[in-house]
């Protein structure tokens, strides 16, 4: 018998969903709140909700003092193009791991997987040389690079099973009809996984676009990305917290509204294979 | 164009064989159909001819040419699958000109070939569909017909008709001996269902354990079944074997006997017992009979108007000049 579910109850339930929710969106809230406050206002204590001096002050300050465009470019550049350098990648790897496994293929997996558990922290040295060596310190490729590296351990895992779903016998029928492998992949499997496919993208722009160790450590000026221009606000001498929040919110403003509007295709691509 | 030689071919997964060396050629033109309960090896066996399993060892060659170790793409063979395994997110137009995409053929051609096989199919209304909008049997008339616009050396079936509700079934395995007849192709059919076998195939190949049983026409295997096998797994309602005394009176270790070949009486007979359940088909009635002298009961066929009932006494006859003798091994005696 299903559960009865009493008005009450769903009313009970629903306010426990909105007061997670808030509480969890409320740092963001106080973000946006306080970039429209003045720097006396943003630590004032006891600290202001609502009524206070709606400024945009702190904006024009910001726009003036660094270039917003330069930042935000080089964000869609890195997080753009390591995601789609990931998956051109990863879809030929979760292809053959997941219609022609081998014994050893659950291992690979999990290996792979292994190396975001260690600290990024750990491995900071010997990049920062060999970016130094290869003179891509504080390029766009470099980045590009190593954050497809740190993100294509996810890739191949959100494709891989994406791919386990897709019945084997579609592709041996691709390969019946005279497909070659790389038809095979573009024509049938490709498709047919975009669903997948799209949801692994979009995620993976999002922890692109949200990576500040990699971005912070090995970029400077030309380079830099959105990370960059939040922090270059924090800064030891004296905390502006208005123009700080201004900045973040400048800063994660496009990635918000990403993801407001494809949260539909992030949900069902996350839950895909969940329920059968 | 299409005659599929097998010699020695073996298969392997790990330690395990499936198929020991088995020889068997199939001839341009004909339909064969590799019959037998699941896991004889008979899809395997499908799948090595396709090309999408590797044989262990062995040879294959397709129209004389070793075929051993060509890809499944270029053996010029088309395949129908269980599942149909239609392209979803293509229309039913693409579905069918995806092999000729493939292969190059001109787009002019293309549609030529599509409308002639959409029209043999009748499936003209339902070229712009997706394979989604389509019944079970539509679904199934894409998948053949994606199979024929590419003019194969063979077509191989993988149960295709399985997926299907009866009455679809019977349509099917009609529509398919038609296309065979009309195309003269050589096709390779698997199924484990034996009505299909004998009523589309040429040629029979009974496998069991990846050992091949019997090959011959339905008819040579329905009269002559080389072995307790494949006699009692051809023929439907299955042939009633017997062992024991009475089959010792036969001078056999085995005897068999087939629905049709036993006569009812309820007066005289040479074994006495009395009825089980009766099967009305209103052509034909099956009884199963429980005789004194056997543990299993026997099914004994009978006209649609015969009136007997449960728990009746009846007399049974076995026609001696049809009967099949084995011996201990369950191998035929001449």
């Keep these: ?276 | 164009m299409g005659q599929i030689k097998l010699e020695s071919v073996t298969k392997s997964f790990g330690p395990v064989e499936v198929i020991p060396p088995l020889d068997l050629t199939i001839e341009d033109g004909e339909f064969t159909v590799f019959v037998g309960p699941s896991g004889c090896g008979k899809s395997t066996l499908l799948r090595l001819i396709a090309g999408l399993e590797d044989i262990t060892s062995g040879k294959i060659s397709i129209d004389g040419q070793d075929a051993t170790h060509v890809p499944p793409a270029k053996r010029g063979l088309a395949m129908v699958f269980q599942s149909y395994a239609l392209y979803p997110h293509m229309s039913v137009r693409k579905n069918i000109a995806f092999p000729m995409k493939m292969a190059g053929v001109p787009v002019d051609e293309q549609n030529r070939r599509i409308e002639s096989a959409a029209a043999a199919l009748n499936l003209t209304d339902y070229l712009d569909r997706r394979p989604g909008q389509l019944s079970g049997g539509q679904r199934q008339r894409v998948a053949i017909g994606r199979a024929i616009v590419r003019e194969p050396g063979a077509f191989l079936f993988d149960e295709p008709l399985s997926n299907l509700d009866a009455a679809l079934r019977v349509g099917m395995r009609l529509e398919i001996s038609e296309l065979h007849k009309r195309l003269k192709t050589t096709m390779i059919y698997v199924t484990h269902d034996q009505v299909e076998a004998m009523t589309m195939a040429d040629k029979i190949v009974v496998l069991q354990a990846g050992v091949i049983e019997q090959v011959g026409s339905p008819l040579e295997l329905y009269r002559a079944p080389r072995n307790v096998f494949v006699a009692g797994f051809i023929g439907s309602p299955k042939m009633n074997l017997l062992t024991g005394p009475e089959a010792a009176k036969h001078n056999a270790h085995t005897i068999g006997t087939r629905p049709e070949h036993i006569a009812i009486s309820q007066t005289e007979g040479t074994w006495s017992g009395t009825i089980g359940v009766s099967e009305h088909l209103g052509s034909d009635t099956f009884f199963h009979v429980k005789c004194d002298a056997f543990e299993d009961p026997l099914t004994v066929r009978a006209g649609g108007e015969v009136a007997l009932k449960y728990g009746d006494k009846v007399f049974l006859t076995p026609d001696l000049t049809q009967l099949h003798r084995f011996d201990a091994q369950g191998l035929r005696i001449a």
């Design chain 1, 1 to 276: 018998m299903a559960r009865a579910v009493t008005p009450q109850r769903k009313a009970l339930n629903t306010a426990i969903a909105w007061g997670i929710g808030l509480l969890i969106f409320f740092p963001i809230l106080w973000t946006i709140l306080t970039s429209f406050k003045t720097e006396a206002q943003a630590i004032s204590d006891p600290p202001v909700f609502l009524f206070f001096d709606w400024t945009l002050e702190n904006y024009s300050v910001v726009q003036e003092r660094s270039d917003y465009m330069r930042f935000l470019w080089n964000s869609v550049i890195i997080a753009g193009g390591s995601t789609i350098l990931g998956i051109i990648i990863a879809i030929p790897a979760a292809w053959s791991m997941a219609f022609v496994p081998s014994k050893r293929t659950k291992d690979i997996l999990l290996w792979m997987l292994s190396t975001k558990m260690l600290p990024a922290v750990g491995v900071l040295y010997p990049i920062y040389l060999i970016f130094i060596r290869m003179g891509i310190l504080d390029t766009r490729l470099g980045l590009v690079v190593v954050l497809m590296l740190i993100n294509l351990p996810i890739i191949v895992w959100m494709l891989y099973t994406y791919f386990r779903e897709i019945p084997g016998e579609i592709l041996e029928a691709a390969r019946m009809d005279g497909a070659s492998l790389k038809e095979e992949i573009l024509y049938v499997l490709t498709p047919m996984a975009m669903p997948g496919i799209a949801s692994t993208l979009l995620l993976n722009i999002i922890l692109a676009w949200n990576e500040a160790f990699w971005t912070l450590n090995l970029t400077a000026a030309k380079a830099a990305p959105l990370t960059a221009f939040i922090a270059s606000y924090s800064s030891p001498e004296g905390l502006f917290y208005a123009k700080l929040s201004a900045a973040s919110t400048m800063a994660i403003a496009p990635i918000l509204i990403l993801g407001w509007f494809s949260q539909k295709q992030l949900v069902s691509g996350l839950t895909f294979g969940a329920v059968k």
